[in-house]
């Protein structure tokens, strides 16, 4: 049995992983999806002094409190972020590390970082990047094209804005998360702006890296649940 602990997205929170949840549990795996302060059932808790630094945190307390060992650690676009601090807070509670679509920042980088515009790009060209925050808030990017109607209102009614400085705030890493095992599975349905070919491509050309690839959009949680959790299943056996 594998244990899978996920750090979701940006303007999400555990709900998303409805669909995946059951499919790994029916295949013998324990799947915990804490959600982000500030977020989902803990929107209540927002402020302008969340960041990056107390998402880490709540995936970090998951990990102790629930006494979690050999993990499989899974991010998910902005979870990306999250999941690279956890681990590299704690690896030794860490087996590997799953990235999904998925940010990789290096040390000192923020999320903003990542999704700058480069100096030659057109003014109007997309950055794949969070949406101008308004006041202490960021609103939420529209949900993946490919879902179902119901899919979409569904997620509308729970998405929410997240504080800006979850998105600013640059990460401080020790080294240890490099020491782990880490796989990466990039989304072949490419969004206009697309950020994550750059790490999917880094995955490819690092030591260290197991690269996947799965036909969907960027949530395929959402948008192809059977099919991440093959590539899920065949990870947790490696």
């Known amino acids: 049995m594998a244990t899978f602990v996920v750090a979701h997205g940006a303007w999400s929170s555990g709900f998303a992983w409805k669909k995946v949840r059951p499919l790994l549990r029916a295949a013998g ?3 915990f999806t ?3 302060t500030g977020l989902g059932e803990r929107s209540h808790l927002a402020t302008p002094e969340v960041n990056l630094s107390t998402h ?10 629930e006494d979690l060992h050999d993990v499989i650690l899974l991010g998910h676009s902005y979870g990306g972020m999250v999941a690279t601090g956890v681990a590299d807070r ?10 999904l679509d998925a940010f990789v920042p290096r040390d000192g980088q923020s999320l903003s970082d990542l999704t700058q515009r480069p100096a030659d790009a057109p003014p109007d060209a997309p950055t794949g990047g969070p949406p ?23 997620l509308a009614d729970r998405r929410g804005p997240q504080p800006r400085k979850t998105f600013e705030e640059p990460i401080s890493l020790t080294g240890a998360v490099e020491k782990l095992p880490r796989v990466y599975i990039y989304c072949l349905q490419i969004r206009p702006g697309d950020v994550f070919g750059q790490f999917a491509a880094r995955a490819r050309g690092e030591p260290g890296w197991q690269y996947e690839e799965i036909d969907a959009t960027h949530s395929p949680n959402v948008t192809a649940p059977e099919k991440l ?10």
């Open 34 to 36: 804490p959600s982000y």
């Open 132 to 154: 101008e925050p308004e006041g202490w808030l960021v609103p939420p990017m529209p949900t993946s094209a490919d879902a179902s109607d119901a899919d979409k209102a569904w």
């Open 90 to 99: 704690a690896s030794e509670r860490i087996r590997k590390v799953v990235y």
């Open 29 to 31: 795996h324990e799947v």
């Open 56 to 65: 880490i945190q709540d995936v970090v307390n998951t990990l102790f409190y």
């Open 229 to 238: 959790v093959e590539i899920l299943l065949r990870i947790a056996k490696d």
